[in-house]
């Protein structure tokens, strides 16, 4: 055996070795992440679309709901790792033995409509009116701060309880309440349809929507979460520069929002992935405690998870 042949063979296990170590990435596991019909989803509906998920390798299904309380269900059976959801819902989840974790916030704006044909659309004029909301949610949290940051109290109104998101948009079209508070699009439908705009959480200046994972996925998913992220992120960066003429369609096909949002959607600046603000953290913990909805005060570093670093 010649001198070259030898040191072919010599070299055949360390070329294996090379192809082992430099060779193919990781294999991600699929993310499931539940959605609601608000404007927090958009980014998620432009990363599926657009392919910016595939292009980090991840497969992620998004499984859209109409109530927070159908997306929790959800949650605690497993069928999701994570979800747009608020600080509210983590809280509840915590106390109640279910292990969740905040991952970022997000740009979700929450306001008070009142109803077709409201001459004074204020806090005051709705002092003994029927006002819809989702109970013990951040739409009931939103509602409460609207009323006391007017010098009112939430015992001040008659809140009707109506946990869909549609079905409220369409009792206060039709005039059935004097007021409800919605996410966006949905308030913004209302009031292309008709209704008034009386306040909301941006002038409130509070923000208690979050993106959450379970604590399972949180260790078991590390990798796929934070590929989810950075293409998030690619999403934000695409609904920051590119006219809304490019994917309003494809939005309102892929979310569920009525034909309507079309013309009325009015989106927020997005922020790439960011944690939440203190205060947004604490606000919310009192607000729970206050009504005695949850057994223990909680930190920021127990409900929030930096999951953000590259």
Known sequence: MNVKKIFALLLLPFLFLAAGCGGSKQELSTLKIGLMPDTDSIPFIIAQEKGYFAEEGLNVELQPFKSAMDRDSALQSGNLDGAVSDMLAVAFARDGGFDVRVTSMTDGSYKLIAAPGTKEPTAAALVGKEVAVSRN????????HIFSGNGLSADDIVKVVIPQIPTRLELLQSGKLAAATLPEPMASIAVHNGCRFVTGSDELGINPGVILFTGKSTKDKQAEIKAMYRAYNKAVAYLNSTA??????????????????KEALVLPRYHEAALPKGSD???????????DLIKKSYDYDELVLNMLAP
Not at 137 to 144: G, H, M, Q
Not at 281 to 291: N, R
């Open 137 to 144: 949610t951040i739409i009931e949290y939103v509602t409460d």
């Open 244 to 261: 809304r003429a490019e994917y309003i369609d494809l939005v309102v096909e892929k979310s569920g929002f009525p034909p309507t949002a």
């Open 281 to 291: 953290v604490t606000d919310c913990i009192a607000w729970l405690k206050g009504k």
